[in-house]
């Protein structure tokens, strides 16, 4: 497995803080047979000089567009890879020098078609917030789906994960530049459908900078700003899509029933973080009447999943029947 090349592709917008970290985090790797693509995404600071001094290392290839967004950005790269696996860094993260090595190193037989790794959350100024260590292990790809689909788990998140290249290109796999939250998360979901098993390996070679202004950062109850409401409808957005995405075969009813889960718990979180913002922003009622609609239509699938608490149940439940209960409740949690 020594022997196989792999891309790493990291998108660059405005990013002349952080990129030389990202960028040196990467010539620093252990294991050398890599290339680099990284997209310049119309930057406007001084991001394009930096990467000038990259241009002498024949693994490194700049590629400038117009600003496009993230998503746009990877595509671009993906055209352009030609090696047997490809991995995503983001230009505000870094890694440890044994990233790549853990990575590769996780296909330890030929039906494993994609590797995850454990991460570091960090903030702005590199201290460590929580370090999230998953369930490690070999699994199906349909139980793979269930794990990213799993808040304590390594998520969707196309970071800390190293895909096989021709099953993306095999499979004209890219990301959507019209989903804005979660974008990855069908990405990863489009890719396990395709493929066997996924092996999930403790590394702890990601660092991951948490931003507060981050957009899915946004769709939280803490949230104070009119954010949040394009935050959750790019989120659900994202989860009736990845509704549609599953088929219709038994060994993917768990995945049916979990995506079902996600979108009520997105619904449920939107409507109280509406409740919570309403002295500043009025309450659509249109859309209040729309989320619980979907909540009880969804209400099965949310108590029947594994994936959701049993504290969290109660809580849906009783936002349901006795919603200013909640809404009072949180009122006195969270302001």
């Given at each position: 497995m020594n022997n196989k090349t792999v891309s790493i592709v990291v998108?660059?917008?405005?990013?002349?803080?952080?990129?030389?970290?990202?960028?040196d985090s990467i010539v620093e790797q252990t294991s050398s047979n890599f290339k680099v693509y990284v997209v310049n995404d119309g930057s406007t600071d001084n991001t394009a000089t930096i990467l000038n001094d990259y241009k002498s290392d024949e693994r490194f290839h700049i590629i400038h567009i117009s600003n496009s967004g993230v998503s746009v950005a990877r595509n671009k790269a993906l055209e352009?890879?030609?090696?047997?696996?490809?991995?995503?860094?983001?230009s505000d993260d870094y890694v440890d020098k044994n990233y790549l090595q853990d990575l590769?190193?996780?296909?330890?037989?030929?039906?494993?078609d994609m590797v995850a790794t454990d991460r570091n959350y960090l903030n702005e100024n590199l201290n460590l917030l929580v370090t999230l260590h998953y369930d490690f292990g070999i699994y199906n790809a349909s139980d793979g789906i269930n794990i990213l689909l799993d808040e304590n788990g390594p998520q969707g998140y196309i970071t800390g994960k190293i895909f096989k290249t021709d099953i993306i290109k095999e499979n004209n796999i890219i990301l959507d530049p019209n989903i804005h939250v979660g974008e990855d998360l069908i990405?990863?979901?489009?890719?396990?459908?395709?493929?066997?098993?996924?092996?999930?390996?403790?590394?702890?070679?990601?660092?991951?900078i948490q931003y507060s202004d981050s957009l899915s950062h946004a769709?939280?109850?803490?949230?104070?700003?009119?954010?949040?409401?394009e935050a959750y409808s790019n989120y659900l957005d994202m989860a009736l899509k990845l509704k549609n995405m599953i088929p219709n075969k038994s060994k993917y009813y768990s995945c049916q029933r979990n995506i079902n889960a996600r979108i009520a718990r997105i619904c449920e979180d939107f409507l109280r973080t509406m409740h919570l913002n309403k002295d500043a922003i009025p309450i659509d009622k249109n859309?209040?009447?729309?989320?619980?609609?979907m909540m009880n239509f969804y209400k099965k699938d949310f108590y029947k999943s594994k994936l959701i608490g049993k504290k969290q149940k109660i809580y849906f439940w009783l936002l349901l029947n006795f919603p200013f209960f909640i809404y009072a409740n949180d009122k006195k949690r969270f302001k």
């Open positions: 998108p660059a917008y405005n990013a002349e803080k952080t990129i030389k970290r990202c960028l352009l890879v030609d090696t047997d696996y490809v991995t995503f860094i983001d590769i190193g996780g296909f330890v037989s030929e039906d494993i990405f990863c979901i489009q890719y396990l459908l395709n493929a066997r098993k996924i092996n999930i390996v403790s590394s702890l070679q990601y660092n991951y769709a939280t109850l803490y949230n104070r700003e009119e954010s949040f409401n859309l209040e009447k729309k989320l619980t609609k």
